[in-house]
């Protein structure tokens, strides 16, 4: 039996953001219902991979319900970033997403990262219920902030620090 077992049905307001310099950001997964605010730790490339996996389930949905009006993915950016309490309650381990055909809500289902191998029913885990243009909204502004890094090197691809970067394309050897 999980410790925590939250459904946030149907949240108010659900986003993504980083805080922190580019290459020291910490990213947030964090919803609202009401007066309650779950914040939840998540990694770039978890991020950057729900992103992306929101689109292709919204296209699923669009052809199995061809008679749904397509939600818009627009976002305005000051409404986008996390409110406090930014005390995230854990660190996220796997993501799925589902559909409820009858209330039209997608929902996220988050569980916890464990540092052991354990049943799924004993995970934590919170459930972000939301419409589809929440969804695509979430995953449009993730991939805008997920952009918003270091910059990348032309040369071998690899993000590039302030300080400097270390090209292994660059290195001195002559070809």
């Known amino acids: ?11 108010d307001y659900l986003t993504t953001d980083a805080i922190g310099q580019p290459g020291k950001r910490v990213f947030y997964l964090q919803g609202r219902k009401g007066v309650q605010t779950v914040t939840l730790l998540i990694e770039k490339l978890q991020l950057q991979t729900l992103a992306v996996g929101i689109e292709q389930f919204m296209v699923e949905i669009r052809e199995r319900l061809p008679e749904l009006i397509e939600a818009s993915a627009d976002y305005v950016e000051e409404q986008m970033h996390i409110h406090p309490p930014v005390d995230p309650l854990f660190r996220v381990g796997e993501i799925g997403l589902g559909y409820e055909a009858e209330s039209d809500l997608v929902v996220l ?14 995970s934590n885990v919170v459930r972000f219920w939301c419409t589809r243009a929440q969804a695509r ?6 991939i805008t902030l997920s952009g918003r890094g270091r910059p990348t090197c032309p040369q071998c691809g690899e993000s590039m620090d302030p ?13």
């Open 1 to 11: 039996m999980p410790t925590i077992d939250l459904d946030l049905n149907p949240v």
């Open 109 to 122: 289902i988050v569980h916890e990262l464990l540092g052991e191998p354990v049943e799924e029913e004993e």
């Open 137 to 142: 909204a979430l995953a449009s502004w993730s």
């Open 163 to 175: 300080e400097g970067h270390f090209c292994p394309k660059k290195n001195g050897h002559k070809h």
